[in-house]
């Protein structure tokens, strides 16, 4: 039998299990056949797989493909984190920001290769050397519980980590860290009689040539103690190998450019069994019970399900539905709630796929504040001949008696007016606080899930051949795209205003007096109340409050504050506060759009730090040639500096030529094609007697071999903590000097790490300034080279100035300054 290999497409819809266990029909899409045949499979295997690692894109997609499509197991990933703490090759999000991206991310590649996704409250504070490290910043015992909680609901029967506890200081202290959690919750597991019915089995590391430095020490290392599995494998009935599957899924990473092109033929995946019962083969579950029989009464279902699979009628899977609802009325009936439960959310899925319904609960806004009418437009259509009645739903405890019978191919539609009640639906980790490496959540239910559950889930009630399916349906907005067409969000409930102050940071010298900017923005359709902004006495602000009238949703409107920065350096948070009657809001929100995630409406505490210092510029005029993204240009804007971006592909000398100076973004060499060529354009501005500034770079994907005039190796030295003392190498150079005297206190309050990608070879003609180490390494001098370039000054540097900048911290600004000053 011949399969269109588009049907690829169908199953991809149809791949993503829905986030909770309860069935919502929101993932719910017309299928192909070949796609309801693979489901059906699915139904009939009871085993169940979970994959363990510390963040986005830590996950062997090909693994995870290959247990959902080709063994048909039930798999997830866990990852501790949301990969907040890495970089972002796509836009200007950091820290949070970026974190919701990657969790998105990761949703996406999971709705391709079949996967479901959970994390904890373990936040990514960036890159850490060993898992001691993690573990002062991680509640090591608070992500323990996290994560045997997680286990002990989903129930795997196989755990796989990608990291192994033997990798500490050759990789990332996070990954360590994970593995040594997961073989903690496994242990205990095991101790401890959590079910009767269940424990894990068996526990693997999924090793490979990244753990051996490369690819000929894992080809001589002895490979009999590992499993060996073919995780290439083609599938006629989707037309797909595992391994383009997971290439696509891989791909979804794009924040991190990790798009990856399928690999033909044969792939290896090796497992070495870590914990549990040894292996004679090759087969992972070997002597575990993955059919009905597991289950008492399981072997009626078995038998039914095996009857569909030989009987299915690829041209009419709808002759699968008699049989289909027998195996439902027999799966409800089963003791086993575990499985009970999945099972019957599977057999309803494949029961309405294979009459063909679609199912549609559409708001007719995006986002929605609490008193205010929402309109839910409930639109069914059934294209078969099969008799399908509605019988009822149910939205927050009130019910509509339908009662009506959808004919074939005429649309059913209802719609239902509420008023919103419920509170906003934020990512519910940004709320609750925590601490540098741990989030928290007053909603303690929510703890591991990917998303705020959605505030409206409509229970649809279909009768079927005289038997009734429940189901859920989260509440969307749909609009179409003049170029994307068809764009489908979830629906959110926001506050009913937000504020934000221009930037992050406020800057100020010691004693000076500045205007400071709110915006508010009103989400709902009309907003009146009042403005403050809450602060230390040491700092003064007029006028104590402002009022506040707001007529049209989503309009914004500016508010001016004079502030006043005490004499001496400090560093405090500014508070911007709404009241509305006898409402205190104190929320900021930020919008965050790409083509290839939902749109995310960032909601947090609004706040900015005040950063009054003693600062002196020496530039008026700088350039600023864009990189892979971050927020430097606001922050030297941010203290009366004026910056003009490039493209690095539309600078010529005569451009640069006026500038004081010129910064080179981050990363830009890396992503940059035309700073092959147009690197030539910096290098005579330089050697003409400008000031170049040129900030770090990755050792990975350059695009052009010399990233500086002058020779340079980039490598993969760094120092993640923040703390490290740093020694001036010569506290009399120009550049330590002027235009602020920089001393060893302009290295105390910075955040998340020193530096990144360091030099660790350079031309003589560079000077380094400073040294640091991390603890028990060897002193690093290539975070900061100075070099006099003709009659210019070339500066290279991996101080992160990209974190630090944006977060206000007084002696990086200083630093930076003398970087790009005239000296």
């Known amino acids: 039998m011949k399969i269109d290999k588009l049907v690829l497409f169908n199953l991809m819809n149809w791949l993503l299990p829905c986030l909770f266990l309860t069935l919502h029909l929101s993932c719910l899409n017309a299928q192909s056949s070949s796609a309801i045949f693979k489901q059906i499979k699915k139904l009939n295997f009871l085993g169940t797989v979970l994959y363990f690692a510390a963040h986005p894109d830590d996950e062997n997609t090909r693994v995870i493909s290959y247990f959902s499509n080709h063994l048909l197991a039930r798999t997830a990933y866990l990852s501790l984190t949301r990969g907040d703490g890495g970089q972002n090759l796509i836009g200007p999000e950091l820290r949070e920001g970026l974190g919701l991206i990657r969790t998105q991310e990761l949703l996406a590649a999971r709705k391709i290769d079949g996967g479901e996704q959970f994390f904890t409250m373990a936040n ?38 990608r990291f192994n506890i033997g990798s500490s200081g050759r990789t990332h202290g996070h990954h360590t860290a994970s593995a040594i959690i997961s073989n903690l919750a496994f242990n205990q597991i095991i101790e401890n009689s959590y079910d009767e019915n269940w424990k894990p089995k068996r526990l693997f590391w999924n090793t490979s040539r990244y753990f051996f430095r490369n690819e000929e020490n894992f080809k001589n290392n002895n490979k009999e103690s590992l499993i060996k599995i073919d995780m290439g494998v083609h599938d006629p009935i989707t037309g797909q190998s595992n391994s383009e599957i997971a290439a696509l899924s891989r791909s979804q990473h794009k924040s991190q450019g990790f798009g990856s092109s399928p690999a033909l033929g044969s792939r290896l995946e090796y497992l070495l069994l870590v914990k549990g019962k040894p292996l004679s083969g090759n087969n992972p579950f070997e002597g575990i019970n993955t059919s009905w029989t597991r289950i008492k009464d399981g072997a009626a279902i078995d038998r039914i399900i095996n009857e569909i699979i030989t009987d299915f009628d690829f041209k009419n899977p709808i002759r699968s539905v008699p049989k289909l609802l027998k195996v439902k009325d027999l799966i409800s009936k089963i003791n086993n709630q575990h499985w009970k439960h999945i099972k019957l959310n599977e057999v309803k899925r494949i029961i309405i796929n294979c009459i063909g319904l679609a199912i549609q609960i559409n708001a007719d806004i995006p986002y929605g504040v609490r008193g205010e009418s929402l309109s839910l437009n409930l639109i069914i259509n059934n294209p078969s001949s099969e008799k399908v009645i509605i019988d009822k739903i149910i939205l927050k405890n009130k019910t509509y008696e339908i009662g009506k019978e959808l004919r074939k191919n005429q649309v059913f539609r209802k719609k239902i007016k509420h008023i919103i009640n419920e509170p906003i639906s934020t990512p519910y980790w940004l709320i609750g606080g925590g601490k540098d490496g741990m989030y928290d959540t007053k909603q303690k239910e929510f703890t591991g899930l990917p998303n705020t559950p959605n505030p409206y889930i409509l229970n649809l009630s279909l009768i079927v051949e005289g038997v009734k399916l429940n189901f859920e349906k989260a509440l969307s907005f749909r609009k179409n795209d003049p170029v994307k067409g068809e764009v489908v969000t979830p629906f959110q409930i926001l506050p009913s205003a937000a504020t934000s102050l221009k930037s992050p940071v406020e800057l100020f010298n010691v004693n000076e007096t500045k205007s400071v900017v709110v915006k508010v923005k009103n989400l709902g359709k009309l907003f009146n109340g009042k403005l403050s902004i809450k602060s230390p006495k040491s700092w003064v602000i007029t006028p104590n409050d402002q009022q506040v009238n707001i007529n049209g949703k989503g309009i914004e409107q500016d508010f001016t504050f004079m502030v006043t920065a005490p004499k001496n350096e400090e560093v405090v948070l500014l508070e911007p506060e709404l009241t509305n009657n006898n409402e205190k809001i104190k929320l900021a929100i930020k919008e965050i759009s790409y083509d290839h995630i939902p749109k995310i409406y960032m909601v947090q505490p609004a706040s900015a730090r005040a950063v009054a210092l003693n600062l002196k510029t020496g530039v008026k005029r700088v350039a600023y040639i864009n990189g892979a993204g971050d927020k430097v240009v606001e922050s030297i804007e941010s203290v009366g500096v004026d910056v003009e971006k490039f493209d690095a592909e539309a600078i010529t000398l005569k451009k640069l030529k006026p500038f004081d100076a010129v910064i080179v973004g981050i990363r830009a060499f890396n992503v940059n094609e035309s700073l092959s060529y147009k690197k030539n354009v910096l290098w005579a501005y330089t050697k003409q007697g400008g000031n170049l500034l040129i900030q770090y770079n990755t050792s990975r994907g350059l695009k052009t071999k010399s990233i500086t005039p002058l020779n340079i190796q980039v490598s993969r030295d760094r120092v993640t903590d923040e703390n490290a003392e740093v020694k001036l190498l010569n506290s009399s150079h120009p550049v330590l000097n002027s235009p602020n005297k920089i001393s060893s206190n302009d290295f105390k309050g910075w955040v998340q790490e020193r530096g990144l990608y360091f030099p660790n070879q350079w ?26 370039y003709g009659k210019g000054k070339l500066v290279y540097t991996g101080l992160s100035f990209f974190r630090q900048l944006p977060e206000g911290v007084p002696g990086a600004y200083r630093l930076f300054f003398n970087l790009i000053a005239n000296n």
Request: glycine fraction near 4%.
């Open 124 to 161: 990514d504070f960036g890159y850490s050397k060993s898992p001691e490290e993690t573990f002062k910043f991680w509640d090591k015992e608070k992500v323990l519980s996290q994560v045997i909680d997680r286990i002990k609901e989903f129930k795997p029967d196989i755990i796989i980590n």
């Open 763 to 788: 031309d003589k003609e560079f000077t380094p300034l400073i040294e640091m180490n991390d603890k028990g390494e060897s002193p690093k001098k290539g975070a900061l080279l100075v070099a006099k």
